[in-house]
């Protein structure tokens, strides 16, 4: 049986000022039926995961190198997450693929190397509103899984979120046919690539608006193991109903 799992993507946000955040969240939930996942920017990973140490809130980052150390200045290895106290990395979100040009193949490598040092890889596929309109968006997210989840992928150390790009800090929802078609797609392809028995483990997120709003008709979708989300995720008051949610769910 899946476990639900509600993870925060705080992107480029947040000071030391936003770790009462997660004490609030940590006081909210403190024996949730639900997983729970913060990743805030990587400056308050190591005093976040301090915080949250013994709760059961987990912190992850929100990008690694494919490389353990070396010259490459800016970066963070997986193991310097690892060593800072995080469990998870999100890895190839829309906006490292447009940002910074990320590839399938570079996501790949970075979610190679997370696994290796013992973090579970929060892998991103989704596609544009082009796309979408195009009627591509299936064979879009079939390149990106076959080109961006490495062959050592297990249901232990992989998750993976469903972010279609014209739906994130828009407000614009996919109506739940749309969730339900591409999560059933990517639950085909992995029992089909990893069989049965890893592919119907690995937990698949939605994520792009989830709000408390509209959290349990998504949360209702088969295949639909809980949600990475955005903005609603800053403050506790806000993400504490969409983790309600997906307890009920």
Same mark, same amino acid.
């Given at each position: 049986?899946?476990?639900?799992?509600?993870?925060?993507?705080?992107?480029?946000?947040?000071?030391?000022? %936003?770790?009462?955040?997660?004490?609030?969240?940590?006081?909210a939930?403190?024996?949730?039926?639900?997983? +729970?996942?913060?990743?805030?920017?990587?400056?308050?990973?190591?005093?976040?995961a301090? #915080?949250?140490?013994?709760?059961?809130?987990?912190?992850?980052?929100?990008?690694c190198?494919?490389?353990?150390?070396?010259?490459? &200045?800016?970066?963070?290895s997986a193991?310097?997450?690892?060593?800072?106290?995080?469990?998870?990395?999100?890895l190839?979100?829309?906006?490292r693929?447009?940002?910074?040009?990320?590839?399938?193949?570079?996501?790949?490598?970075?979610?190679?190397?997370?696994?290796?040092?013992?973090? +579970?890889?929060?892998i991103?596929?989704?596609?544009?509103l082009a796309?979408?309109?195009?009627?591509?968006?299936?064979?879009?997210?079939?390149?990106?899984?076959s080109?961006?989840?490495?062959?050592?992928?297990?249901?232990?150390? #992989?998750?993976? %979120?469903?972010?279609?790009?014209?739906?994130?800090? &828009?407000? =614009?929802?996919? &109506?739940?046919?749309?969730?339900?078609?591409?999560?059933?797609?990517?639950?085909?392809?992995?029992?089909? =690539?990893?069989?049965?028995?890893?592919?119907?483990?690995? =937990?698949?997120?939605?994520?792009g608006?989830?709000?408390?709003?509209?959290?349990?008709? +998504?949360?209702?979708?088969?295949?639909?193991?809980?949600? #990475?989300?955005?903005?609603?995720?800053?403050?506790?008051?806000?993400?504490?109903?969409i +983790?309600?949610a997906?307890? %009920?769910?």
């Amino acid at each position: 049986m899946r476990r639900k799992l509600a993870a925060g993507n705080w992107k480029m946000n947040g000071t030391a000022a %936003a770790l009462a955040e997660i004490e609030a969240l940590i006081a909210a939930h403190p024996a949730p039926a639900a997983d +729970i996942l913060v990743c805030p920017p990587a400056t308050l990973i190591h005093r976040a995961a301090k #915080l949250a140490g013994g709760s059961a809130v987990a912190i992850g980052g929100q990008d690694c190198h494919a490389e353990a150390s070396g010259a490459h &200045t800016g970066d963070i290895s997986a193991e310097m997450l690892r060593d800072a106290g995080a469990s998870h990395v999100i890895l190839g979100h829309s906006e490292r693929r447009a940002d910074h040009g990320e590839r399938d193949e570079d996501v790949r490598a970075k979610a190679r190397r997370a696994m290796e040092s013992g973090l +579970i890889a929060v892998i991103c596929v989704g596609e544009s509103l082009a796309e979408r309109e195009a009627a591509n968006t299936l064979d879009i997210i079939g390149g990106q899984l076959s080109g961006s989840v490495p062959d050592m992928a297990t249901g232990e150390n #992989l998750v993976i %979120a469903y972010e279609p790009i014209w739906a994130i800090g &828009t407000g =614009r929802v996919p &109506t739940t046919d749309q969730i339900g078609e591409v999560h059933g797609f990517i639950r085909a392809r992995l029992e089909r =690539r990893f069989g049965a028995g890893v592919g119907r483990s690995v =937990r698949l997120l939605y994520g792009g608006s989830v709000k408390p709003g509209n959290a349990a008709g +998504i949360f209702a979708v088969p295949d639909v193991d809980g949600a #990475l989300v955005g903005g609603a995720s800053l403050k506790a008051e806000d993400f504490s109903p969409i +983790i309600a949610a997906l307890e %009920a769910a």
